[in-house]
């Protein structure tokens, strides 16, 4: 059974970063597309940024573009999502979430998820 674990999480100021990781177990991650999600209060679920499995190909949505950053380690299944230059209206509960695929799903979705990582932004 896939299991996700996301850590890393916290309060920061605006302007500041953040890293969190994403360790799976029960699965190769180098066979599966890996994704950052992020939920905020009252809104619906936001795609991020997704990495290929296949050919590490990623992608970002247009709001973290150039500001955060998806890579993965997949000798120690472990993903990340580097978050730079955080803005009041990043602060979310953030996921990880894989699917069985050799590339990035184009319509986001994905099988299995992480319990989610909240992420502060406030000065």
């Known amino acids: 059974q896939v299991q996700i674990q996301e850590s890393g999480g916290g309060l920061v100021q605006p302007g500041e970063s953040l890293k969190l990781s994403c360790v799976g177990s029960s699965f190769v991650m180098a066979s599966f597309a890996i994704g950052w999600f992020r939920q905020a209060p009252g809104k619906g679920r936001e795609g991020v940024a997704c990495?290929?499995?296949?050919?590490?190909?990623?992608g970002y949505a247009d709001s973290v573009k150039g500001r955060f950053t998806i890579s993965r380690d997949n000798a120690n299944n472990t993903a990340y999502l580097q978050m730079d230059s955080l803005k009041p209206e990043d602060p979310a509960v953030y996921y990880c979430a894989t699917k069985w695929a050799p590339s990035c799903p184009s319509n986001w979705m994905f099988d299995q998820w992480g319990q989610g990582n909240q992420v502060t932004v406030s000065s």
């Open positions: 990495s290929s499995g296949r050919d590490g190909v990623t």
